[in-house]
């Protein structure tokens, strides 16, 4: 509560009193600003639309990798979530050696029949995204794959239910709690990150952690104002997204 209470604060301050002004100085120009920049607006569904998607697609991907492991031990568990540990930054770069214009894959394979680096739907940004958050999904949902879900399962099968009922009335109930939270936490990260956007995303429309980043290089004074009422809207999605959280997680207790 201090540190994010406090730092969204300091952001509200900041959208309403330009550089050097008093209480007295306070207006509302920056969110005025913001909201009629269409590079905003563009970059305010891009954002959602990024989310969105890798959010989907990691967690498609967290359940299937947790699947295929629950049968596996400690060394397999581990070489498949060598990805977390690895700063996000540090695997954009890569996809730029590796998938960008002249990179690796275009002097080996030649030019590439699709763009990933600088895409306009932030096909790099989703790519990585997958690639870091699906084994810390997985991770999650193994966590409630253990003993007593075994359990439950053969006593079902013991009792003629069939696979795929199994699967609704057993296993469902027990990943559903850790999948949605993780899969909360993944769409809030990938709404407030900005250093991947920043190093691989279109050039246009940009992501609004990149879209406040840059906003500070012309008129600083201006700039601040609208980067700061840009990080506030991304603040309150994200804390929208941690209150569907906690509903959900009590959903599935009550369940």
């Known amino acids: 509560m201090v540190l994010f209470g406090g730092a969204l604060i300091g952001a509200l301050k900041v959208s309403l009193i330009p550089l050097g002004g008093g209480a007295g100085d306070a207006t509302l120009d920056s969110w005025t600003d913001l909201l009629r920049d269409p590079a905003f607006r563009d970059g305010l569904f891009l954002t959602l639309r990024i989310a969105a998607v890798s959010t989907v697609l990691a967690a498609v991907a967290g359940l299937g990798l947790a699947m295929a492991l629950r049968r596996h031990g400690t060394t397999s568990r581990a070489v498949a979530s060598l990805p977390i540990p690895i700063p996000h930054l540090l695997v954009a770069v890569i996809a730029v050696v590796w998938l960008g214009p002249g990179g690796l894959a275009d002097r080996t394979l030649g030019v590439l029949p699709f763009d990933v680096i600088r895409d306009g739907g932030g096909l790099g940004v989703i790519g990585v995204y997958v690639y870091k958050e699906a084994p810390f999904i997985a991770l999650l949902v193994l966590g409630s794959m253990g003993t007593a879900l075994a359990e439950r399962e053969e006593a079902a099968a013991v009792l003629g239910v069939d696979r795929l009922h199994s699967t609704a009335w057993v296993l469902w109930p027990a990943v559903r709690r850790p999948l949605v939270i993780g899969s909360v936490i993944v769409a ?24 406040a980043f840059e906003a500070t290089s012309g008129d600083v004074i ?17 804390t929208v997204l941690a209150l569907v959280a906690v509903r959900a997680a009590r959903g599935v207790d009550d369940a």
């Open 188 to 211: 809030a990260f990938a709404i407030g990150a900005f250093e991947v956007p920043l190093a691989i995303g279109p050039n246009y429309p940009p992501a609004l952690s990149a879209y």
């Open 222 to 238: 201006a700039g601040e104002g609208r980067a700061a009422a840009a990080l506030l809207i991304a603040g309150l999605l994200a």
